[in-house]
Structures are given as C-alpha cells and as structure tokens.
C-alpha cells in the first residue's frame, strides 16, 4: 500500500461533474433533488478517493475503469488538498454553509487562494499555481513521506507540473482524470497508471 499525496484541481473537477451529472450551471434551473444528488455524488468521490482508491495498472487504459479484469493497487491517502477560487464556483450560493465548510466536513482540506476580485478573470489560474506550488512545497521543502502523488485535473495548465514530478522526484505520479474530458497527451506521453474515477463513482452513488 503506497503512502500518497492527492491534489485536486477542484475548479476543474467541480465543472467536470455537474457536466457529466447534466446539471445547469444557472443557479435558478437547478432543482433541489439536482443540487443534493451533486452533492451527495461529491462526498462519496472525496470519500472513495481518501478510503479506496484504485489506479488501473495499463498505460494505455483510455481513463476507462475494469474493476473485475485488471489488477489494483491500492494507496493511503497521506493527505488530501483541494484548490479552487471558490466564490467564483458556479451554483456556490446555494451551498449552505459555504463549499468551504462543505469540504472541510467531508474530511478534506480546502486551500483558497487569495487573489484580487477581477470581473475579467485575469486570475483564472490562480488554482492551478497555488497547487503546483503546494505540491513542490511538499515534496521539496517539507518531504512529506510520500510515494506516490495523485493529481485529479482534466485541465492540460498541470502538465508542466506532471514532467516536472517524473523529471526530478522519482516518485509514482498519477492522474485522476474523466473521459472525453482529459487532454490524450496525459495518457500518451507521461502518466503510466490512468483512471476514470468520475464513471465509476457517480454510478456508486446513485445505485
């Protein structure tokens, strides 16, 4: 069981899934049923994510998810960081309490950070810096015991971020990524284990 370190790009994760979930991004068309089955999927994918995490062990996988054909590997989650602007998050007004408190009791970490309001969204990777920071931060300067580092993103702004990792640590990387959604140069050129949690997860959640 490999010690690991996971970092979510929650702004893309958290487009991803009301994408995949067909949920409007306009506050006032989304029902109750449709906000609190969104939620309940968000928990159980954190919770998966820390309690039973599976990587599918093919470098050529497509993101696809063979549970009963391929051999797993299992990883403790070491810690769990997720980056986002989240006043900026689409449907963010109608968590309440806020998507901050909403993390921090489904028992991950929520790292906001802090940048200047811009109605041109001159910030727009402001996320993706402060994980790439936060990841160098704790395998450089910290050296958190980790083996292996996870990064959930479809957002190709982290692929410098992936090289470097291979390049200069010798750790295991992997990506968390959804299908149709996550850029192929991910899987052809630099990540060895893939995986299509999104698939897998919202199906658990609404069985």
């Not at 029902?31 to 599918?56: A, D, G, M, P, S």
């Not at 999104?198 to 199906?203: D, P, Q, R, S």
């Amino acid at each position: 069981m490999k010690r690991t370190a996971i970092y979510v790009d929650f702004d893309n994760i958290y487009s991803a899934i009301l994408g995949k979930l067909g949920i409007s991004t306009d506050h006032k068309k989304v029902t109750t049923f449709q906000l609190e089955l969104f939620k309940e999927v968000l928990k159980n994918f954190f919770r998966e994510l820390k309690r039973n995490l599976y990587f599918i062990q093919s470098p050529l996988s497509s993101f696809s998810y063979f549970e009963e054909e391929i051999e797993k590997e299992s990883h403790y989650c070491l810690c769990l960081k997720v980056f986002a602007e989240y006043e900026m998050l689409p449907l963010h007004n109608l968590f309440s309490p806020s998507v901050q408190i909403f993390l921090h009791n489904a028992g991950v970490t929520p790292l906001n950070p802090f940048i200047a309001f811009s109605k041109n969204k001159e910030n727009r990777n402001a996320a993706d810096l402060a994980l790439t920071l936060s990841v160098i931060e704790d395998v450089v300067v910290k050296r958190i015991p980790a083996e292996a580092i996870i990064i959930c993103t479809c957002d190709i702004d982290l692929y410098p971020l992936f090289v470097w990792l291979r390049e200069h640590t010798g750790k295991k990387v992997y990506l968390g990524g959804f299908s149709k959604r996550t850029s192929n140069i991910y899987d052809a050129t630099i990540i060895d284990e893939c995986h299509d949690p999104l698939n897998h997860w919202t199906t658990k959640a609404t069985d």
